[in-house]
Nanobody, 118 residues
């Protein structure tokens, strides 16, 4: 079983920055991809950013140029640097890991709250 533990959420003013971390219980090199998703109250969970084992990244249009996803294989951790935060970025942010074998396995963290408000 894989455990993903997010941290780094909190309350920040508009225009501010936060860095989220996702620590995995096993080597992240084993994952085909990892990513961040977010879910605002009453809305569906949406993709924010992903990074593959090869280092390729993908971002939602709403965060391009403001958020950066990165990974540190030595620390088994994936990060999401969030700059120029807006109130509409307020949501619970979830870490995700995917392993593709014969079956695709998806793992989720418990989520961390990000609130952007003055």
């Amino acid at each position: 079983q894989v455990q993903l533990v997010e941290s780094g959420g909190g309350l920040v003013q508009p225009g501010g920055s936060l860095r989220l971390s996702c620590a995995a219980s096993r080597s992240i090199s084993a994952f085909n991809a990892m990513g961040w998703y977010r879910q605002a109250p009453g809305k569906q969970r949406d993709l924010v950013a992903t990074i593959t084992s090869a280092g390729s990244t993908n971002y939602a249009d709403s965060v391009k140029g403001r958020f950066t996803i990165s990974r540190d294989n030595a620390k088994n951790t994936v990060y999401l640097q969030m700059n120029s935060l807006k109130p509409e970025d307020t949501a619970v942010y979830y870490c995700n890991a995917v392993v593709v074998l014969i079956t695709t396995y998806k793992y989720w963290g418990q989520g961390t709250q990000v609130t952007v408000s003055s």
